[in-house]
């Protein structure tokens, strides 16, 4: 890990010069046309059997194909041939999929339509078709923009859609908020951000892809604001208002931020991720009008080694208080966040620190954990996320992009590609004082149904408790884990050292774990997830605690990725091994000790469809014994449709 010795010194970035480029006169496109889309417990019962043949059926099996228990990896398919990058390698955007090196994507599934209908989410937003940037909460409407392409599957012909909701869950479709029909963004209207002005005017800054594929920023607004759904907008007659700086690649400048009140509440900033070398950087902005900007000398943070930053992030947390203030806020007895998407591993890292205004510094709490080598908000597949202040209910809320881990055939086999996470609230942990909390929105809550409850489990050491519920592909599982309090005391690991994404997953056995719950699973679990945690003990006493993610037999299909995610997770003197998971189909969203650590799976079962899902509980430890309690709700599917436009008058005329 870097120190403050081992950083080089940022160069100073001048404002002078634009790039030549950039043409005299605009170049007009025919925009894209507007759409209009239509999308679309039973009882449960509980026995507990304490056989290792089960366990060897599942947990200590590994498939033909992925890394055994000792690390090794006996792959019986064809030697994986590379997959070209999509055309956002090209454009100088991070890969728009997931593609794990080494997954043969020359062999393909013989995948049903069943199977890729089942696929689809059913509370996750997410389009109607094809590929999935700034929310906003305005005149009882929150609002979600989104990088949409209208014609394929894959990314490419970016515009922005448009959805609003009442509660974050259910969500209305609206005609794209913007397209590509101009020079400055005729590759694209890319990420941006919202900033809503203290007399109530709206600004959103966007980055746009030129014609000659050049980053650049620009600014639009709405076309009235008196308009509660906000269904039009204009772009400002003068963009691009932001082009590259001196010393600055041509594709390497991107995602504007939501803006904040400099200390003399006069100007306001904002800050754009980029490189220099390979030390990823966040660029400052200055600016009264949003309209022309002043380059601030040196840079908010960089960290060097960690390449160009994505979608930067940059907000206030309270450490004493609920989280209540908006991004201008600056405070004692605060923090500030700041998060970048580090495109070199494709994650979305965080660290907590202290920003000084006057400097236009932010410094790292723990240099340890500093951006791009500490703490990720999501150890899964989760990527380019943004939050904004929710002013309606006085919290920060997160938005995470999912992407899709399979071939991109399959997505156009399927007609759809990318999802958008369950917003999650985010508030300062207190208990650690050294990272953030997040969960889910309460209002995702209100799908909750019919729900059932298994108390006092007693899983002893290797053993699996089905938990057989019907349509168990959409649910909301709680579960509490005691680990045996004498067997623990007595219990030395003698390999001290653990990794989620190393160590052969939920096969591997220790001790004192893995142990945790197994979903979308079928019964006969030949396919299934495990969430799980690992503990490790070592000579000296410490304890370690590991929340994992095992996709190694999630699916048949080779095309897949199938992997291991995860990292340890603080768990303090008397607290359970608590856990939360969001089963959606193929995604699930996983919380540990109330969303210290956070894994969002993706994956694509090929058993489980037409309500063959199943959950179980399971203790791999061979030390210990372990009791379980779960509670799970079955999960009502969200609505998200089209927008009743034959009420779009009346809606838009009310006094909200």
């Not at 969500?171 to 101009?182: E, G, K, R």
């Not at 809503?196 to 892809?209: A, F, H, K, N």
């Not at 650690?432 to 108390?455: C, H, K, M, Y």
């Not at 189909?585 to 799976?601: D, K, L, M, N, Y």
Request: hydrophobic share 35%; net charge negative; glycine share 8%.
């Amino acid at each position: 890990m870097a120190n403050n010795s081992s950083r080089t010194p940022l160069r100073d970035l001048e404002r002078a010069t634009s790039y030549s480029p950039i043409p005299d006169q605009p170049h007009t496109f025919i925009p894209a046309g507007n759409r209009r889309s239509k999308k679309l417990l039973a009882t449960i019962l509980f026995s507990s059997v304490f056989f290792i043949s089960l366990i060897l059926l599942f947990i200590n099996q590994q498939p033909e194909s992925q890394t055994n228990v000792n690390g090794s990896n006996q792959e019986k398919s064809t030697a994986a041939r590379p997959t070209p990058p999509s055309r956002g390698v090209s454009q100088g955007v991070s890969e728009k999929t997931f593609r794990q090196i080494g997954v043969d994507k020359n062999v393909s599934y013989p995948w049903t339509n069943d199977m890729l209908s089942w696929q689809r989410t059913a509370y996750h937003f997410q389009p109607e078709h094809n590929w999935m940037n700034g929310p906003l909460f305005h005149k009882g409407w929150y609002h979600f923009f989104y990088q949409y392409n209208p014609y394929s599957a894959v990314w490419g012909n970016i515009t922005w859609g448009h959805a609003v909701s009442k509660d974050l869950i259910h969500w209305l479709y609206l005609p794209f908020a913007m397209v590509s029909d101009h020079w400055y963004d005729f590759n694209g209207v890319w990420t941006g951000s919202a900033t809503i002005l203290p007399d109530g005017q709206i600004v959103m800054l966007y980055t746009g892809s030129t014609v000659d594929a050049v980053q650049v920023q620009c600014l639009a607004y709405p076309a009235n604001l008196s308009d509660p759904l906000l269904l039009d907008w204009i772009k400002y007659p003068g963009n691009p208002v932001l082009v590259p700086p001196h010393g600055i690649g041509l594709k390497d400048f991107r995602d504007p931020t939501t803006a904040w009140l400099s200390p003399d509440s006069e100007r306001w900033r904002i800050t754009i991720g980029s490189k220099v070398n390979q030390t990823g950087i966040s660029l400052v902005y200055e600016t009264v009008d949003f309209k022309s900007y002043e380059l601030l000398d040196g840079v908010l943070h960089g960290v060097p080694g960690t390449g160009v930053w994505e979608c930067v992030d940059f907000y206030p947390i309270s450490t004493t208080d609920a989280n209540w203030m908006d991004t201008s806020v600056n405070i004692p007895g605060i923090k500030h966040v700041l998060k970048a998407s580090v495109m070199n591993v494709m994650g979305d890292y965080y660290a907590l620190g202290i920003y000084n205004p006057f400097e236009n510094k932010w410094t790292p709490d723990d240099q340890e954990l500093d951006v791009g080598i500490g703490l990720r908000y999501d150890y899964g597949k989760y990527y380019a996320s943004k939050t904004f202040f929710d002013q309606r209910k006085k919290r920060r809320i997160l938005w995470g992009w999912l992407k899709e881990t399979d071939n991109e055939a399959d997505d156009i086999m399927k007609g759809w590609a990318s999802v958008q996470s369950i917003p999650r609230t985010i508030v300062f942990d207190k208990k650690t004082g050294s990272n953030i909390l997040q969960w889910p929105v309460t209002e995702v809550e209100d799908l909750r149904s019919e729900s059932a409850e298994f108390d006092n489990v007693k899983l002893r050491p290797g053993s699996i408790a089905p938990l057989i519920v019907d349509t168990a592909s959409q649910l909301d599982i709680v579960a509490l884990f005691d680990i045996d309090k004498d067997a623990f005391e007595e219990t030395v690991e003698t390999d001290d050292v653990y990794s989620c994404p190393t160590n052969g997953g939920a096969a591997n056995r220790g001790k004192l774990g893995p142990f945790g719950i197994i979903v979308l699973a079928d019964e006969k679990l030949s396919e299934g997830t495990p969430i799980y945690f690992y503990v490790i003990k070592g000579d000296s006493g410490k304890v370690e605690t590991h929340f994992c993610a095992d996709e190694l037999r999630s699916s048949k299909a080779p095309d897949v990725d199938r992997v291991v995610h995860g990292s340890k997770v603080p768990v303090l003197d008397g607290e359970k091994y608590s856990l939360r998971s969001l089963v959606d189909h193929s995604i699930v969203e996983s919380f540990a000790q109330g969303g210290r650590t956070v894994i969002t799976s993706r994956i694509y079962p090929t058993k489980v469809t037409s309500g063959a899902s199943r959950v179980f509980l399971f203790n791999n430890a061979t030390g210990v014994s372990v009791t379980a309690s779960v509670k799970i709700w079955k999960m009502d599917s969200a609505n998200i449709c089209p927008f009743p436009f034959d009420q779009l008058r009346l809606i838009s005329n009310a006094v909200l």
